[in-house]
């Protein structure tokens, strides 16, 4: 397993999901971590990144106080909590490890990626 996201799936407008991203040991320890999504059409944007130790988060502005990121570096597993879902959510949900242990909304930063989740919100 380098990085294997999971818990995306169907729901509606104002459910809940929460996403998890199974990781190697080597990809996760020191790092930080991130997600990212990309709806149909559309460039792969930012969503959310928490540095090595989960001390700290950064958010995109339209997920900010709905989705929230956390770590377990016990169990090298990044999670995303996605809380009154939007239909402008729907997107495919990457998993991310970024080369520094601090992580930033640029893409260059990140030294690997996960499949990707779909997650679909109907209205």
């Known amino acids: 397993v380098q990085l294997q996201a999971s818990g995306g799936g169907l729901v509606q407008a104002g459910d809940s999901l929460r996403l998890s991203c199974a990781a190697s040991r080597r990809l996760f320890s020191n790092n930080a971590m991130g997600w990212f999504r990309q709806a149909p059409g559309k460039e792969r944007e930012f969503v959310a990144t928490?540095?090595?130790?989960?001390?700290?988060?950064t958010y995109e502005d339209s997920v900010k106080g709905r989705f929230t990121i956390s770590r377990d570096n016990a169990k090298s597993t990044l999670y995303l909590q996605m809380n009154s879902l939007k239909p402008e959510d729907t997107a495919v949900y990457y998993c991310?490890?970024?080369?520094?242990?601090?992580?930033?909304?640029?893409?260059?930063?990140?030294?690997?990626w996960g499949q990707g989740t779909q997650v679909t919100v109907s209205s």
């Open positions: 991310a490890s970024y080369r520094r242990a601090w992580g930033s909304r640029d893409k260059s930063e990140i030294t690997y």
């Open positions: 928490i540095n090595w130790n989960g001390s700290s988060k």
